[in-house]
């Protein structure tokens, strides 16, 4: 993961009158923290179902006030309080309730992806075979001649701030694309899963029908674990699966100008669609 940090942000979206803003959620979660990341305001917890929200599963969570990360180490069994609003969560309280020595499986930290070549702007994208929504073969070099936006997602993503965020984001982007006649027609959108087992072709189609993405512009697609996994770490997305079929990852969105060659690389989910829409205007042009 890019410099070593993963920020696996949770958000809720609610139903709630546009009148006041919308109340933070509560929930409470108990675990056994594998990593604390004080400079990043992080904590990497192994954590039971949160009842009503997530199920168990290895997540890193933020705080706000970093006190509350003070003398927290791996080890420690703790209860802990989640706070989700839309567009937010983090933890406002930790408790320890106990220590117990951690599982020899445990991940304490995110590793670098080995053996492969980090992309970065100006190089050239490896082409890759991919299976699409549709059951068909699908790489990047079917759409040579267009920029292409791609990002890495999962469809059971629980984080409505990770993936579901990004396919929000992919769907502001089609509208933008429709509505400009300097990109309508022209452009592409790529959502690859890596989560393959789960992701079949019927499943990545419903998930697509769901979002109403256009299939001209619009499409999702995954390969193999081991496939999709290396041309994940290309773009610096690091997926780690745990034995539970959870997954752990980073996001890294791209876009690629019609040559194939890196255009922009934006980490987490820290862009917007007018954004990206800028870069494909420019990445039009490229030469």
């Not at 759409?143 to 409505?160: D, Q």
């Not at 984001?169 to 006649?181: G, H, L, N, T």
Request: charged fraction near 20%; proline fraction near 7%; include cysteine.
């Amino acid at each position: 993961m890019h410099r070593g940090v993963i920020l696996l942000l949770a958000g809720l979206t609610a139903t709630i009158g546009c009148s006041r803003k919308p109340d933070a959620r509560r929930y409470e979660l108990q675990g056994q923290v594998l990593a604390v990341k004080a400079d990043t305001n992080e904590i990497l917890i192994k954590h039971e179902d949160i009842p009503g929200f997530m199920p168990a599963m290895t997540m890193p969570y933020v705080v706000k006030d970093a006190a509350i990360l003070k003398d927290r180490a791996p080890g420690d069994l703790i209860t802990a309080t989640l706070m989700v609003a839309p567009g937010s969560a983090w933890l406002s309280a930790i408790t320890k309730t106990g220590s117990a020595p951690l599982p020899e499986d445990a991940r304490t930290d995110i590793p670098a992806a080995a053996g492969v070549h980090l992309l970065t702007v100006g190089d050239a994208v490896p082409d890759t075979k991919l299976i699409d929504q549709d059951g068909a073969a699908l790489s990047l070099a079917d759409w040579r001649g267009s920029p292409i936006v791609v990002s890495f997602i999962y469809t059971r993503c629980p984080l409505p701030q990770f993936c579901p965020l990004v396919d929000r984001r992919f769907a502001e982007i089609q509208k933008m694309v429709a509505s400009d006649p300097a990109l309508n027609g022209r452009v592409r959108l790529l959502s690859i899963s890596f989560d393959p087992k789960t992701d079949q072709p019927a499943v990545l189609r419903a998930h697509a029908a769901k979002l109403n993405a256009d299939p001209a512009v619009w499409r999702f697609a995954t390969a193999d674990a081991s496939v999709v996994d290396r041309l994940a770490a290309t773009f610096g997305v690091n997926v780690i699966r745990e034995k539970d079929g959870t997954i752990t990852h980073n996001l890294r969105t791209a876009v690629i100008d019609p040559q194939g060659r890196i255009a922009a690389i934006h980490d987490s989910n820290a862009w917007i669609a007018a954004t990206i829409a800028d870069e494909l205007r420019t990445a039009l042009h490229a030469r």
